[in-house]
């Protein structure tokens, strides 16, 4: 009994430190943000939403996480690269440490961004585009504006701390290691395949 409660942790273990399962892990959680972030798009804007009934907000969340995974997947796009490549560097701690990084910084634009569209919102009645840079580029006080809109919408601000606070909290950096004995084409092949 002893040996198979031995046998699941360290299976458990390896499963936690898969490379693929912590790249799934980690698109979850951001999965998880942007629905909170959708939430609080909501509440933020409530006003502007009179006629949405509870089984109507849920269709469009059910919408909206059809588009985040989309959106999410181009996000971290260089991150499932660097995770999915059938090469060993990425058992190399320092290639994890710079897709981490990676990680944490697309998908911390991507918070930051959601969180400037709750209020955007409410002066344009449309979500942020590209166009968003072409309104502000001849704004000489830019700086300005936008330390006065972390100021006047602080909760969005505390909001956006708190889901950034989140992000970093709940990454999981696995520890992957290749299979002791394994051949180098069992390697290279069985890798390959899960790369494509």
Known sequence: IDQIQLSGFEFLNQLKNNIYVAAIYNLFVVMVLFMLCRIAFYFVNIDLFPDITFSRFLTICKGGVMFDISGVLYLNLVYLLMLSIPFTIRYNQGYLKIAKIIFLITNSIGIVANCMDMVYFKYTNRRT??????????????????????????????????????????????????IAGEKNYIYYSRNAIAFL
């Open 129 to 178: 585009t590209s166009n968003f840079f072409d309104e502000f580029s001849n704004e000489n006080n830019l700086l300005k504006i936008i330390g006065n809109g972390l100021i006047d919408y602080w909760y969005v601000t505390l909001l956006g701390i708190f889901l950034l606070f989140l992000l970093f909290k709940f990454y999981h950096n696995p520890s992957p290691k290749k």
